[in-house]
């Protein structure tokens, strides 16, 4: 039990573009989601709590308008890199809360972007 | 939060016990110690957590000190799929994981 996906595992796209990831949770509900972003050899640092329902609360230094949260519902959070950089390639990792067990956080796979 | 300190960087023998140190000399009376560790390219897996008694599961122990200013991790034998990055994290329940730089672990064949 306890698994959260990512789609897609690894995305390519141009500079400009807009790109979105989603995090699910496949059987259990999470009111609460987090994102993460790693840059090569450095550790997971958080950028975002996304709460379901309302509006994500994010880390000093992380631009909202750039890094779009939404968690519309108890399974389902989408993070999406508006007008992507080449300096925004990096691993995207969710995690989530189960309402069960709140002590607990399920991360998920991630999410290899690559801007060129 | 409190912060921790690792070791960048540790050797074991394949088959042997890995033991991974943690500091957290500013540990307050409510803050867990969690372990995660990273495989290359794929996202953290929880190990074990604890308050102050010593934990144990199907993938290791934790050992904290008395005064909980420190910690040990215990993978009992180390194989070489357990090569990864180990995380130690403080915590209070219902906050956020912070992640420090963690240890990066290599077993050796």
């Known amino acids: 039990g306890a698994v959260v996906s990512q789609h897609p595992s690894w995305v390519i796209c141009k500079s400009g573009t807009s790109v979105k990831i989603e995090c699910r949770s496949l059987?259990?509900?999470?009111?609460?989601m987090f994102w993460y972003r790693q840059f090569p050899k450095q550790s997971l640092m958080l950028m975002a709590t996304?709460?379901?329902?309302?509006?994500?609360?994010?880390e000093q230094g992380v631009e909202k308008d750039k890094f779009l949260i939404n968690h519309a519902s108890l399974t389902l959070s989408t993070l999406t890199v508006t007008s992507a950089h080449p300096e925004d390639s990096s691993f995207y990792i969710c995690?989530?809360?189960?309402?069960?067990?709140?002590?607990?956080?399920?991360f998920g796979p991630g999410t290899r972007l690559t801007v060129t | 939060d409190a912060k921790t300190t690792q070791p960048t960087s540790m050797d074991c023998a394949e088959g042997r016990a890995a033991n991974l140190p943690c500091n957290h000399s500013?540990?307050?009376?409510?803050?867990?110690v969690y372990w995660y560790r990273q495989i290359h390219s794929q996202g953290p897996q929880y190990i074990i957590h604890?308050?102050?008694n010593n934990e144990t599961n199907e993938m290791a122990s934790l050992i904290i000190t008395e005064d909980r200013k420190s910690s040990t991790l215990i993978l009992p034998h180390a194989t070489l799929r357990d090569t990864a990055v180990y995380y130690c994290?403080?915590?209070?329940?219902?906050?956020?994981?912070?992640f420090g730089t963690g240890t990066s672990l290599t077993v050796i064949p």
């Open positions: 604890g308050l102050k």
């Open positions: 500013t540990i307050s009376g409510n803050e867990y």
């Open positions: 059987d259990f509900q999470a009111t609460t």
């Open positions: 996304s709460n379901e329902g309302s509006k994500a609360t994010y």
């Open positions: 995690s989530a809360r189960d309402l069960r067990t709140p002590d607990e956080q399920y």
């Open positions: 994290i403080v915590r209070a329940l219902g906050n956020q994981f912070y």
